[in-house]
């Protein structure tokens, strides 16, 4: 099974925490996170596993504990495409402008 390296980013524009991506907001990288999946989508739900301190990657690194866990409304990206934490699962991001602080 593939190994897949995910960034996932937490939105940190308070005015729209928990609600799915329609417009440009502001993230910051909580962490790189090695998962396997057979897939991109069996990645991110593995990720999602580890974003909501359910498991650990495959190198045994966990969400940060000072971080709330992962939500609708924050990312993940694998290689250069960004994924979108919906209510249901995850959608690819067609957002032009995504401001990320690292």
């Known amino acids: 099974m593939p190994v897949y390296q995910v ?9 729209y925490l928990f609600r799915e991506i329609t417009e440009a907001r502001t993230f910051r990288l ?3 996170f090695r998962v396997r999946g057979e ?9 999602w596993a580890v974003g909501n301190k359910e ?8 969400w940060p504990f ?6 609708v409304g924050d990312l993940a990206q ?7 934490c919906q209510i249901l699962g ?11 602080e690292e």
């Open 39 to 47: 897939n991109q989508p069996a990645a991110l739900e593995a990720l």
């Open 78 to 84: 694998i290689g250069k495409t960004f994924y979108a």
């Open 90 to 100: 995850w959608a690819k991001s067609r957002l032009a402008h995504i401001l990320l």
């Open 7 to 15: 960034k996932a980013y937490e939105n940190i524009d308070r005015k």
């Open 66 to 71: 000072n971080r709330r866990s992962q939500s």
């Open 55 to 62: 498991a650990s990657d495959l190198d045994g690194q966990t």
């Open 30 to 32: 909580v962490g790189t």
